[in-house]
């Protein structure tokens, strides 16, 4: 692969014989296409938002945390909030 370009602080575009393809910025382990989901390729780990992080952190509800880490060395990538249920925040490579 050639050099790769920012995606966010932890993910890195490149261009590839394959295409555009998003990494892992710490590792350079291959995530998915640049049009595809990457966090249904990541290691998802889905608490309580209350367990996150002690009382300052509770809420009324069911909100979750969601932590999306690389399946290659374990950084952490990327983490949302969310309802039970609820389908992952999408990111799109524009460009």
């Known amino acids: ?9 932890t993910l890195v575009l490149r261009e590839g014989t394959s295409g555009r393809r998003i990494a892992c910025r ?4 291959d995530l998915a296409a640049a049009d ?3 966090k249904e390729h990541a290691v998802l ?3 309580p938002l209350g367990a996150a992080g002690g009382s300052v952190f509770r809420t009324d509800g069911d909100v979750l945390l969601r932590r999306f880490y ?3 060395c374990g950084t952490t990538l990327d983490a949302e909030t969310a309802l039970p249920g609820e389908p992952f925040l999408v990111d799109r490579v524009m460009g």
């Open 1 to 9: 692969m050639s050099a790769a370009t920012s995606f966010s602080p």
């Open 26 to 29: 710490a590792c350079g382990h």
């Open 36 to 38: 595809a989901s990457w």
């Open 45 to 47: 780990d889905e608490q």
């Open 70 to 72: 690389c399946p290659s």
